[in-house]
């Protein structure tokens, strides 16, 4: 009984490091920075004219 509780006891703590480490985490360009020329290609989507497979560059 004691090695159940104290594996959960520890499983509880890495379980909370990972989430208080994970608010600190920043994706994507942040609040008044440009968006840089990027390429992308068409997988699927709305019917907008662009033949799926095609490469289109964003500027």
């Keep these: 009984m004691k090695s159940f509780v104290s594996l959960s006891l ?9 989430c208080a480490r994970a608010a600190d985490f920043a994706s994507g360009i942040a609040v008044g920075d440009g968006v840089p020329t990027y390429t992308s290609e068409k997988c699927g989507g709305a019917e907008d004219g662009v033949q799926v497979g095609q490469k289109l560059c964003y500027t």
């Excluded at 520890?10 to 990972?18: E, I, K, R």
């Design 10 to 18: 520890a499983a509880l703590v890495v379980a909370s490091a990972a």
